[in-house]
């Protein structure tokens, strides 16, 4: 188990945050489980540097993806047709996106944890 637990600082732009709560979510896995948790997780999960250049495209016109890409969809449709809240919204974003992130990243570990429990 500690060389899957080593493995997770090889995610891209991965955060002390994020890093503490794969540990939490990992722990009591199998090595099979956790070989499953492994590869579903960094499947689907986000990187912190792809949240913020999808917020960015907020201030060319395009604001939302950032929402739509962590599963918000009502919110990204809100964002979508206000213009991102007139941009108070895409500037709120664009200073919390790690955050944004690591709620994403969070949700999809335990997520992740259930599923490898399940592939015993």
């Known amino acids: ?53 999808a917020t960015l495209m907020g201030f060319l016109g395009v604001a939302g993806i950032q929402r739509f890409m962590t599963g918000q969809i009502i919110l990204a449709l809100l964002y979508f047709f206000t213009g991102g809240f007139l941009g108070f919204g895409t500037v709120i974003d664009l200073l919390t996106y790690k955050s944004i992130t690591n709620d994403y990243n969070r949700h999809l570990a335990y997520e992740c944890y259930h599923i490898a429990r399940a592939a015993r």
Request: charged content about 15%; hydrophobic content about 35%; overall charge negative.
């Open 1 to 53: 188990m500690d060389a899957y637990q080593n493995s997770y600082t090889s995610f891209s732009g991965i955060t002390i945050e994020e890093y503490s709560f794969l540990h939490h979510a990992s722990a009591g896995l199998s090595q099979n489980q956790m070989q499953t948790f492994m590869l579903v997780y960094n499947d689907r999960r986000k990187n912190p540097n792809d949240i913020l250049l």
